[in-house]
């Protein structure tokens, strides 16, 4: 008997190494392979059986067997819980904007299941689906954030009775989101901001986030505004805009996590994987409070077009006085890997508050530079230091990762028979 438990033992402290060393998406299988759906324009969901509009004020269950049609805006309020089944799928209304708001409070309980996720998607049949069909959907809760009071209300024209998030409890819990689908989400409820896939405001880290795919969205996929934030296992797919969006001093760790981009589906004013900000309005905002801080570990970021064209630029843009880690992660395909805020010198403040570690850097061109090119000196030595174990290197797609084929069935994973599965 204690030999097996020593063998136990044994498999998992190496199954723990292992796994450290691993660089991107980890997994001992494709944990992509069932409930993702890279083709959602191809799917026939039933008609809508069932109207969800209006105000949700009481404890409220959808069912798998119903097919709903999310009219307007639909606010769960009065510390309401609003449990959806698995499988259940939603049909955001493209002329009203369909949107879900899960108020300060109140929770959302959408747990899928692999085999049977939850679908938040377009109204529009087949032909007709393409980003910005409906809303999206909003979480408010109450962890800190650093606008001035604590507290901040969302751009989105919401009602403002109720469109407030941020507090004191970073242990707030707005609900589970596990196993979705959030497809061809980002239409405008004003003339000047698009709706995220995932807006998640002042969300507290007992919230469950996991599991979810976020795709063609018109905006941003996932977009965190302060808050104590916990994601893991995300796919962001064919974003017009970014796919991780930080801002108002968000405390997060994203890890395990997949962006891909498509060089034709990207915003004009260019789309980057990572948009990293401590203040979206530096006069509205509380500076002796927290900074953003993320720590983003086995991070996948692939730019779909090899060859650099499009309208895909670097895969993060990091602002001044934002704390970001990346540790374990494969960046391959852009235009550079990383820019800085023009604010942002070459001087050990600033960049201290920027750690990399153990990454691959593919076939990008360009590394770690400045908007301000007077830095790039000063920043490109800082990042030369062998410490950060930075691997550049220049390989297909095909080779780096098992199965990259976004027709198919893809697996991100690195390739097995790379050595950069081990880290060496």
Known sequence: ??????????????????????????????????????????????????????????DTKLYKRNTYQLVGLVYVTNNAVLTIEPGT????????CGTLVITNGSKIIAEGLETDPIIFTSNKNVAERKPGDWGGIILLGKAPINKIGGVSFLDFNLDPGVNHYGGQDAEDNSGILKYIRIEYSGRKLNALKEINGLSLAGIGNKTKLEYIQISYSNDDSFEAYGGDVIMNNLVSYRATDDDFDFTQGVQCAINNSIAIRHPYSSDISG???????SYDKIENSDTSKKLTKITASNITLINLEESNQGLVREAAH???????????SVITGFTPFIILQGKIGDGIVNLEKINLNGLVINSCQGTIISENSSFDLGIKNWYQNPAYNLDYTNKKNTELFTAPNIKGNPDFRINVNNTLVSGN
Request: hydrophobic share 40%; charged share 20%; proline share 1%.
């Open 1 to 58: 008997m204690k030999k097996n438990l020593h063998l136990v033992i044994i498999c998992l402290i190496s199954s723990i190494i292992i796994n450290a060393q691993q660089k991107g998406i980890i997994g001992a299988s494709n944990w992509m392979n069932k409930w993702t759906n890279f083709k959602p324009a191809s799917i026939e969901y039933n008609e809508a059986t069932n109207i969800l509009a209006g105000t949700i004020d009481k």
């Open 89 to 96: 799928v939603i049909r955001g209304d493209d002329k009203t």
């Open 271 to 277: 789309s980057r994987c990572f948009e990293i900000d």
């Open 318 to 328: 990091i602002g001044e006085n934002s704390y970001f880690t990346l540790n374990n």
